[in-house]
């Protein structure tokens, strides 16, 4: 069984950073493409970033080059580097996977089978 945990959310001010990370088992390491989406209260969730089991990215326009998407198959695990936050990065961020080999890398909700719970961000002006 394919489980997910994120972790590293936190309360930020704007212009920090932060690290995510999403601990995945019950799968084989490097099969799965896997992303990071996110919820603001309100909101629908949307992607932010993805990275294919070829090592290729895709981010939202709203985070490129500011957030880094990275993953260690040895450690089984995701990360998302978070740099120069706003307030309105703050949200609920969630990790997910799709078995998938090759890209590109997927940044819609539908595409992805198993989530995590969720990490919350939250950026303070």
């Known amino acids: 069984q394919v489980q997910l945990v994120e972790s590293g959310g936190g309360s930020m001010q704007a212009g920090g950073s932060l690290t995510l990370s999403c601990a995945a088992s019950g799968y084989t390491p490097g099969s799965f493409c896997m992303g990071w989406f996110r919820q603001a209260p309100g909101k629908e969730r949307e992607g932010v970033a993805a990275i294919a089991t070829d090592g290729s990215t895709s981010y939202a326009d709203s985070v490129k080059g500011r957030f880094t998407i990275s993953k260690d198959n040895a450690k089984n695990t995701l990360y998302l580097q978070m740099n120069s936050l706003k307030p309105e990065d703050t949200a609920m961020y969630y990790c997910?996977?799709?078995?998938?080999?090759?890209?590109?890398?997927?940044?819609?909700?539908?595409?992805?089978?198993?989530w995590g719970q969720g990490t919350q961000v939250t950026v303070s002006s």
């Open positions: 997910a996977a799709v078995p998938l080999l090759g890209g590109p890398p997927k940044l819609e909700i539908y595409d992805y089978k198993y």
